[in-house]
Nanobody, 122 residues
């Protein structure tokens, strides 16, 4: 089992940037595919991005391609989500997740963090 703690959320203006971090406990971080989901008020939780165990493969939902970058540092047990050119529709609670599966496609998340709020104001 892995425990996940997100940080880096906050309030930012449209067009601004934020970097979310997710710190994982345990020694097996490198065995998990990692990813981010988000949930806006009144909406279902949606997939944002995923990264493979080695970091060599990534996958994004269409609405964030070219603006968000997911990365990981296995030595620090941390996964990041760099968010640029933020839009009001990116406002949501962002969750980090870890998955036992080996593929970034169909990433579902077996373990979840508590989440961090991102608010983009116009």
């Amino acid at each position: 089992q892995v425990q996940l703690v997100e940080s880096g959320g906050g309030l930012v203006q449209t067009g601004g940037s934020l970097r979310l971090s997710c710190a994982a406990s345990g020694r097996a971080f490198g065995t998990y595919t990692m990813g981010w989901f988000r949930q806006a008020p009144g909406k279902e939780r949606e997939f944002v991005a995923a990264i493979s165990r080695s970091g060599g493969s990534t996958y994004y939902t269409d609405s964030v391609k070219g603006r968000f970058t997911i990365s990981r540092d296995n030595a620090k047990n941390t996964v990041y989500l760099q968010m640029n050119s933020l839009k009001s529709e990116d406002t949501a609670f962002y969750y980090c997740a870890a998955d036992h599966g080996g593929s970034v496609y169909g990433f579902r998340g077996d373990y979840w963090g508590q989440g961090t709020q991102v608010t983009v104001s116009s």
